[in-house]
Nanobody, 123 residues
Framework: QVQLVESGGGLVQPGGSLRLSCAAS????????MGWSRQGPGKERELVAS???????TYADSVKGRFTISRDNAKNTGYLQMNSLKPEDTAVYYC?????????????????WGQGTQVTVSS
């Protein structure tokens, strides 16, 4: 079994910062691309940032210059550093990852999602 668990969400004032973590556990052989998405109240889920295994990153225009995605391959963990937060960043944030895992001697590739962590930006 493979799991992704997010942490680090919470309530922060406008202009503040939060750092989200996404820890993968289980029979993991390797983690390829990782990403963070968010879904605000009454909105569709949108991709916020992604990072390849080699470290190549992409960002949504709405977060460029404010958010930084990173990863620690040795710890099977991804991060999203969020600075200069705005009320419109309020959302449930989800991480996802393309993970190769081992099961009964064979290897499989599957996209996994975490359960989400709430980020609320409000004064």
């Amino acid at each position: 079994q493979v799991q992704l668990v997010e942490s680090g969400g919470g309530l922060v004032q406008p202009g503040g910062s939060l750092r989200l973590s996404c820890a993968a556990s289980g029979s993991i052989s390797s983690i390829n691309a990782m990403g963070w998405s968010r879904q605000g109240p009454g909105k569709e889920r949108e991709l916020v940032a992604s990072i390849s295994r080699a470290g190549r990153t992409t960002y949504a225009d709405s977060v460029k210059g404010r958010f930084t995605i990173s990863r620690d391959n040795a710890k099977n963990t991804g991060y999203l550093q969020m600075n200069s937060l705005k009320p419109e960043d309020t959302a449930v944030y989800y991480c996802n990852a393309d993970i190769t895992y081992e099961y009964s001697g064979s290897y499989y590739l599957k996209n996994y999602w975490g359960q989400g962590t709430q980020v609320t930006v409000s004064s």
